[in-house]
């Protein structure tokens, strides 16, 4: 298994940055890919960005291309989430996970492991 942490997350104004992390542990060296997903209130769960482990290769939502950047760490089995331009729609909460099959296809479908979350919300 994978215990994956999140940090970063907070309020910030539309326009604004913020930065996500995520710590990853456990059966690091299984993994194919990390990626962030997020949930807004009433929504389902949506795919937001995923990379391949350990090769760098990433995969992104039309929603938040060109303003978000997600990136690894290989050493501290860490990935991050860059989000600048931020919109009051990002608001979500923003969930770190991981997958052991290196099928990209999938990814945006789900993972096997997922961290517990952190809120953002953005403000207009």
């Not at 990136?71 to 919109?87: F, G, P, T």
């Not at 608001?91 to 990209?104: G, I, N």
């Amino acid at each position: 298994q994978v215990q994956l942490v999140e940090s970063g997350g907070g309020l910030v104004q539309a326009g604004g940055s913020l930065r996500l992390s995520c710590a990853a542990s456990g059966r690091t060296f299984s993994m194919a890919a990390m990626g962030w997903f997020r949930q807004a209130p009433g929504k389902e769960r949506e795919f937001v960005t995923s990379t391949r482990w350990p090769y760098g290769n990433t995969y992104y939502a039309d929603s938040v291309k060109g303003r978000f950047t997600i990136s690894r760490d290989i050493v501290k089995n860490a990935v991050y989430l860059q989000m600048d331009s931020l919109k009051p729609e990002d608001t979500a909460v923003y969930y770190c996970a991981s997958d052991f099959d290196d099928d990209p296809g999938s990814w945006r479908y789900g993972m096997d492991y997922w961290g517990k979350g952190t809120l953002v919300t953005v403000s207009s």
